[in-house]
Nanobody, 122 residues
Framework: QVQVVESGGGLVQTGDSLRLSCAAS????????MGWFRQAPGKEREFVAV???????????DYADSVKGRFTISRDNAKNTVYLQMNSLKPEDTAVYYC????????????WGQGTQVTVSS
């Protein structure tokens, strides 16, 4: 069982920045694919970003088109933590942000955090 805990949400203004953190348990954290998703009120959950282990010390990051150039996903394996740096925030970024873990060999995200609220005021 992998425990996943997000933090860092809050209320900000348009154009501000915010960094979300996600801590996950497990001795093989460095090999987990770590994803960020979000769900706005009345909408379905959507993909935001993912950072995937591709072998050795190499990782691949991918982003939703809506956040490319504004959000950056990164990880600190020594701390079992992944980050989502969000810059130039817009009101449409308002949502509950979830962190998810896909373990090595897994085909889907098996473990999810409880979510953290991000609200961007106009």
């Amino acid at each position: 069982q992998v425990q996943v805990v997000e933090s860092g949400g809050g209320l900000v203004q348009t154009g501000d920045s915010l960094r979300l953190s996600c801590a996950a348990s497990g001795r093989t954290f460095s090999r987990y694919a770590m994803g960020w998703f979000r769900q706005a009120p009345g909408k379905e959950r959507e993909f935001v970003a993912v950072i995937t282990w591709t072998g050795g010390n190499t990782y691949y990051a991918d982003y939703a088109d809506s956040v490319k150039g504004r959000f950056t996903i990164s990880r600190d394996n020594a701390k079992n933590t992944v980050y989502l740096q969000m810059n130039s925030l817009k009101p449409e970024d308002t949502a509950v942000y979830y962190c998810a873990v896909r373990v090595v060999g897994g085909s889907d995200y098996n473990y999810w955090g409880q979510g953290t609220q991000v609200t961007v005021s106009s």
